[in-house]
């Protein structure tokens, strides 16, 4: 047996989760071990099995066997002791619309027995920090779905705990919202905050998480750091668009595994995702021929693919034309 120290104890440590909804065996022996202060994404998709586990670490539900400690207390004998010390963002907002932002806050203060005072400093100092100042007195049904995320989690907030659960904190929200919610969510982690986090968006894992487990069907398929994942899956590239087609076919047999699309005058190349690699093929590039570059990150579909041989979900409940576009980022156009 060996005895921890508060700061080595881990913030959450799962042994063999299972979890089953009848013959639903959603969580089929799970294991995990989350350090204080890290950040742990759960990444999988629709139906993964993520908020069973969130709801089950958050003593919301309880788990069928296994064992599972939040902060040192075991989910199925402490509940108590362990929803006192956490915050919980769920997946879909926990936001009483028919109030307004500082209302909402001053609820939740009131909920974790802050003295009147106290509570009101507190809404106000979040308020500024979640930059929400202005839309305050309003009623949170008129906020937009990026200020919504912003109260949730501000809400979340208000009892200052130092471990907390965010459902799929950027579903829903457009490039810029999801942007500033990660810049949020890494100031929590240079404030010493553990997180646990789930997300369909290996690109959000890649961000924020120290470590990523990749749930599959009930098992953690994979685990591990994001750029250990990443090295894993094939199918980056970098898409170069030609201003003609004598330019692109020229590059086409001077640059080795190239594929030349005449249709759209461009021309893909395997890419590691090493700054090494692009910078090499860069400057192999002739800029005057090139039109615009692209490169092109793996995304959920090819982690998955990889990891596991298959689609995140069976075809027939994935049709072609709802998958999503991968990820890029524009380098120059
Ligand atoms: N209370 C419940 N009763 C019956 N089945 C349930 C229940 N909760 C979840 N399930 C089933 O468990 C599976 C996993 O659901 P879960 O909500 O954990 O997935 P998820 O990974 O969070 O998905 P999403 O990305 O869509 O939120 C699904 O097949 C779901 O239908
Ligand atoms: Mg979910």
């Keep these: 047996?060996?005895?921890?120290?508060?700061?080595?104890?881990?913030?959450?440590?799962?042994?063999?989760?299972?979890?089953?909804?009848?013959?639903?065996?959603v969580l089929q022996g799970i294991e995990l071990t989350v350090p204080a202060g890290t950040v742990y994404a759960l990444l999988g998709p629709n139906g993964a099995g993520k908020t069973t586990a969130v709801r089950i670490l958050t003593t919301l539900i309880?788990?069928?066997?296994?064992?599972?400690?939040?902060?040192?207390?075991?989910?199925?004998?402490?509940?108590?002791?362990?929803?006192?010390r956490i915050g919980v963002t769920g997946q879909f907002s926990a936001i009483d619309e028919l109030l307004t932002g500082r209302e909402n806050l001053q609820l939740m203060a009131d909920l974790n027995h802050l003295p009147r005072r106290q509570g009101?400093?507190?809404?106000?100092?979040?308020?500024?920090?979640?930059?929400?100042?202005?839309?305050?007195?309003?009623?949170?049904?008129?906020?937009?779905?990026?200020?919504?995320?912003?109260?949730?989690?501000?809400?979340?907030?208000?009892?200052?705990?130092?471990?907390?659960f965010l459902d799929e904190p950027s579903t829903g929200l457009d490039p810029r919202s999801r942007r500033e919610l990660w810049q949020i969510i890494r100031e929590l982690i240079n404030e010493g905050v553990t997180i646990f986090l789930t997300t369909q968006?290996?690109?959000e894992a890649d961000e924020l998480a120290h470590k990523v487990g990749v749930l599959d069907r009930?098992?953690?398929?994979?685990?591990?750091?994001?750029?250990?994942?990443?090295?894993?899956?094939?199918?980056g590239r970098v898409d170069v668009t030609y201003v003609d087609p004598v330019a692109l076919s020229t590059a086409a047999g001077a640059i080795a595994g190239a594929t030349?699309?005449?249709?759209?005058?461009?021309?893909?190349?395997?890419?590691?995702?090493?700054?090494?690699?692009?910078?090499e093929l860069v400057g192999r590039l002739d800029s005057e021929a090139v039109a615009s570059l692209e490169v092109h990150t793996p995304d959920l579909d090819d982690v998955f693919l990889a990891l596991t041989?298959?689609?995140?979900?069976?075809?027939?409940?994935?049709?072609?034309?709802?998958?999503?576009?991968?990820?890029?980022?524009?380098?120059a156009r």
């Design 1 to 25: 047996m060996t005895t921890h120290t508060a700061a080595q104890a881990p913030a959450i440590e799962v042994t063999d989760l299972r979890k089953s909804f009848e013959d639903n065996h």
């Design 62 to 84: 309880s788990g069928d066997a296994g064992t599972a400690t939040v902060l040192g207390h075991d989910v199925s004998t402490e509940p108590d002791a362990i929803r006192l």
């Design 120 to 164: 009101r400093a507190r809404a106000q100092e979040l308020l500024e920090r979640f930059d929400l100042v202005d839309a305050a007195d309003r009623g949170a049904a008129t906020y937009s779905g990026g200020m919504k995320r912003r109260l949730d989690l501000a809400m979340t907030l208000v009892s200052s705990p130092r471990l907390i």
């Design 201 to 203: 968006y290996l690109e």
């Design 218 to 235: 009930g098992t953690l398929v994979a685990e591990g750091t994001p750029a250990e994942l990443k090295r894993r899956v094939p199918g």
């Design 260 to 279: 030349a699309d005449l249709e759209s005058l461009t021309l893909s190349v395997p890419h590691d995702g090493t700054l090494g690699a692009l910078q």
């Design 309 to 331: 041989g298959h689609r995140p979900q069976p075809a027939e409940e994935r049709p072609e034309n709802t998958t999503e576009a991968p990820m890029t980022e524009e380098v």
